[in-house]
C-alpha cells in the first residue's frame, strides 16, 4: 500500500535560520508531489509542485524553494527563515490519471 | 487560480441536526473534492465528483456537484460529534493536476 511520511511534525526555528522539511512516498512511482502551506484553520495555498525528478514549478514568490532529488522524494528549504514563514506545511502526492490528494500529517513551523 | 468561495466559514449545530455546506465559483472544473482535515493533521480525502449533476452518498454525507461544474454542496444528515473538522473542497481544472482550495468551514457538532 502507498504512504507518505512527514517530518518533523513540529520545528521551531530563529529568524534567520535555514530549513528543511522532508517528504518521501513509498508503494508507487513517478507520483505527482505538492508542498502546500495553511494557515490558522483555513484553505491551502499551493507552494511548490514536481511532475518528474528534479521538475520544480513554483505558483508564489516566497522565501522558500523546492527540490526533488529522488523520484519518492520532495524537500521543502529555505537559506533564511522569516516570522511570515511560519505555518502548516503539507506534503501530498497523486498518480497521474486519478482523482484525489493524499496528504502527510503536516509540520508546524514556528519562527520565532 | 480558480476561486472557490464556501461558506459559512463557520458552523455549529446539535447532534442530530442536519448541515450544509456550499462551495461555489465562477470556473468550470474537471472535477471537485471535498477533504475533511481534523486539528494538526492532514486533509483526508472523502468524495471526488466529476459529472455535473452528480450526487454521491457517503453514509450520512450527500454530495452534489452543479449542473455548470462550477458549484458543489455537502449536506450531513443526523450530525454527529465524529463529524467534527473542517470541510474543504477543492477544484481541478481540465488538464491540470494541480488542485485549488477553498478557505473551508469548521463545523462543530455538540454532544
Known amino acids: 500500500s502507498q504512504t507518505i511520511h512527514q517530518w518533523p511534525a513540529t520545528l521551531v526555528q530563529p529568524v534567520g535560520s535555514p530549513l528543511s522539511l522532508e517528504c518521501t512516498v513509498e508503494?508507487?512511482?513517478?507520483?505527482?508531489l505538492y508542498w502546500y502551506r495553511q494557515a490558522a484553520g483555513r484553505g491551502l495555498q499551493l507552494l511548490f509542485y514536481s511532475v518528474g525528478i528534479g521538475q520544480i514549478s513554483s505558483e508564489v514568490p516566497q522565501n522558500l524553494s523546492a527540490s526533488r532529488p529522488q523520484d519518492r522524494q520532495f524537500i521543502l528549504s529555505s537559506k533564511k527563515l522569516l516570522l511570515s514563514d511560519s505555518g502548516f506545511y503539507l506534503c501530498?502526492?497523486?498518480?497521474?490519471?486519478?482523482?484525489?490528494?493524499?496528504f502527510g500529517s503536516g509540520t508546524r513551523l514556528t519562527v520565532v | 487560480t480558480q476561486l472557490l468561495e464556501q461558506s459559512p466559514q463557520f458552523l455549529s449545530i446539535q447532534e442530530g441536526e442536519n448541515l450544509t455546506v456550499y462551495c461555489n465559483s465562477s470556473?468550470?472544473?474537471?472535477?471537485l473534492q471535498w477533504y475533511r482535515q481534523e486539528p494538526g493533521e492532514g486533509p483526508v480525502l472523502l468524495v471526488t465528483v466529476v459529472t455535473g449533476g452528480e450526487v454521491k452518498k457517503l453514509k450520512r454525507l450527500t454530495f452534489q456537484f452543479g449542473d455548470a461544474r462550477k458549484d458543489s454542496s455537502l449536506h450531513i444528515t443526523a450530525a454527529q460529534p465524529g463529524d467534527t473538522g473542517l470541510y474543504l473542497c477543492a477544484g481541478q481544472g481540465a488538464n491540470d493536476y494541480k488542485l485549488s482550495f477553498g478557505a473551508g468551514t469548521t463545523v462543530t457538532v455538540r454532544a
Open positions: 501530498a502526492w497523486d498518480a497521474r490519471g486519478t482523482y484525489g490528494y493524499t
Open positions: 508503494g508507487t512511482s513517478n507520483p505527482n
Open positions: 470556473s468550470v472544473f474537471s472535477s
